[in-house]
């Protein structure tokens, strides 16, 4: 197993972990991380980014806003 796929299997894990509104897995053919950037700008959404040999990997999930007010 490569390092991408570990990378991919442990935050998949992690997403598990909390409650998960949506998943999004990009595959990049380049290291430009200019285009990945754009994703950290809304703050409800959380964006990794890993920059592998040929690719980048970029997984984003929105975590579910619970309204706890009554």
């Given at each position: ?9 442990i935050?998949l ?14 595959f ?8 990945t950037k754009?994703l950290t700008d ?6 990794f ?22």
């Amino acid at each position: 197993m490569n390092r991408m796929t570990v990378a991919l299997i442990i935050l998949l894990y992690l997403c598990l972990i909390f409650t998960v509104g949506g998943l999004s897995i990009k595959f990049h053919p380049d290291n430009n991380f200019m285009e990945t950037k754009h994703l950290t700008d809304n703050s409800s959404d959380t964006c990794f980014v890993f920059h592998g040999d040929t690719q980048v990997l970029e997984i984003q999930y929105t975590t579910l806003r619970l309204n706890t007010s009554a």
